[in-house]
């Protein structure tokens, strides 16, 4: 089997996603706005193009002609999939899936209204003066987020009614696309949160689950994860029904990162991913015998996947750089690599800013071993790198 992959985006995720491809022997073309994008680096080609232009979409798959178009962020003419759909090229998980997910309001409307799921109260809004409105309706404090925006930009929490103005600028700043419009969610007072990655399968085989894994966050991006999080068997079971029933809506086949609150009254749906996601970088650690790249290759592909076992606990902490940089360099490599059951990787991102995620440590230990003992290991192992300009 050889088959071409058309990957949109084609950050860190995407690079996993494409050394994990080239090792059972697929061509990948990489595409991003901006050149050396860290997929493009183990790619077999790349485009450099604006992803929301529709006409530049199309030229690419023309000229490519792929297999498979696998979005892996949300900047994207999502729209012109069904497109593709007809002319026989799969899209992953498929085009109504990733229309619907690049987008808050669609999926938050699937989820809440069609499929009755536990959602926090949310209203939108289209203008600063909207948002006044929505922030009443559902209260103080709440959460703001732009409808299309990635690892967390233009999110924000509203504490009183000084932070609305700021909070609508923040969010049409990190907004990604050309809609501007918000969700407000009223505060859902939970005591965790959780990542469950979902993958569903074609030919009729089961919808299968990993283990799930605990994150936290700082300024609306992830710092920490590890797998397995504690979870009531009654809150996983519940979480297990809602992923099950969100995603057979979506359709298709692949690897979803579906997000819940958890809290003393139940299971909150959140945010789905139509595809890796970044807490499930934790799956590097040797967590699961498959990495989540993996399981999304191989439900992509039509692989069968027998199991999802498992195999040790592990967490991940991200490394941030501090500074702008053209042109990045690391110190602490020694460091790090002499540390016992501990891995890292370096996206190999061509610029630099502060707070920009550039890499990831690794720790993994038996099931035994305290979850609370291996987040702290990857916490100093990730300060042990430094990023320098």
């Known amino acids: 089997m050889k088959t071409k992959i058309l990957l949109l985006g084609s ?7 494409v050394i994990t491809a080239q090792r059972i022997g697929q061509t990948v073309i990489a595409v991003d706005s901006y050149e050396s994008a860290p997929a493009m680096q183990v790619a077999h080609g790349f485009e ?22 696998v979005p892996e962020i949300e900047a994207i003419r999502t729209e012109r999939f069904y497109d593709y759909e007809k002319q026989g090229i799969t899209v992953v998980p498929s085009a109504k899936a990733a229309n619907f997910t690049m987008n808050r309001k669609a999926i938050r409307d699937l989820a809440a209204k069609e499929l009755g799921l536990r959602t926090a109260n949310y209203r939108y809004a289209t203008s600063a003066n909207e948002l006044v409105k929505a922030v009443s309706e559902v209260g103080i404090p709440c959460v703001v987020k732009p409808l299309m925006s990635s690892s967390g930009k233009g999110q924000s929490t509203i504490k009183s009614t000084e932070d609305i103005t700021k909070a609508w600028n923040y969010a049409v700043e990190g907004s990604r696309g050309d809609v501007v419009e918000v969700i407000v969610e009223a505060f859902v007072n939970f005591h965790s949160e959780i990542t469950l990655l979902t993958v569903t399968q074609n ?9 799930p894994i605990g994150h936290r966050q700082e300024r609306g991006d992830y710092q920490e994860s590890w797998q397995p999080a504690k979870v009531s068997e009654k809150d996983i079971l519940e979480a297990q029904d809602m992923a099950r029933k969100v995603t057979e809506a979506l359709g298709g086949a692949g690897l979803f990162g579906v997000e819940f609150f958890l809290t003393n009254e139940g299971v909150y749906f959140s945010e789905l991913s139509p595809r890796p996601h970044d807490t499930g970088m934790v799956t590097l650690a040797g967590t699961q015998n498959f990495n989540e790249f993996e399981l999304h290759l191989r439900a992509v592909l039509g692989l069968p996947i027998a199991e999802i076992t498992l195999e040790k606990a592990g967490a991940s902490a991200v490394i941030l750089a501090a500074e702008n940089s053209n042109h990045p360099t690391y110190l602490g490599i020694e460091q790090i690599a002499s540390l016992p059951k501990t891995d890292f990787r370096i996206f190999g991102k061509p610029t630099s800013r502060p707070y920009r995620r550039m890499g990831v440590a690794l720790v993994n230990d038996s099931l035994e071993t305290p979850m609370e003992e291996i987040i702290e290991r990857a916490k100093t192992a990730a300060k042990l790198v430094k990023v320098m300009v």
């Open 48 to 69: 450099v193009i604006n992803m929301l232009d529709g006409a530049e979409l199309d030229r690419i798959v023309a000229k490519h002609q792929p297999d498979f178009i």
């Open 11 to 17: 950050g860190e995720l995407g690079k996993e996603f």
């Open 203 to 211: 030919h009729n085989l089961p919808t299968l689950f990993c283990a």
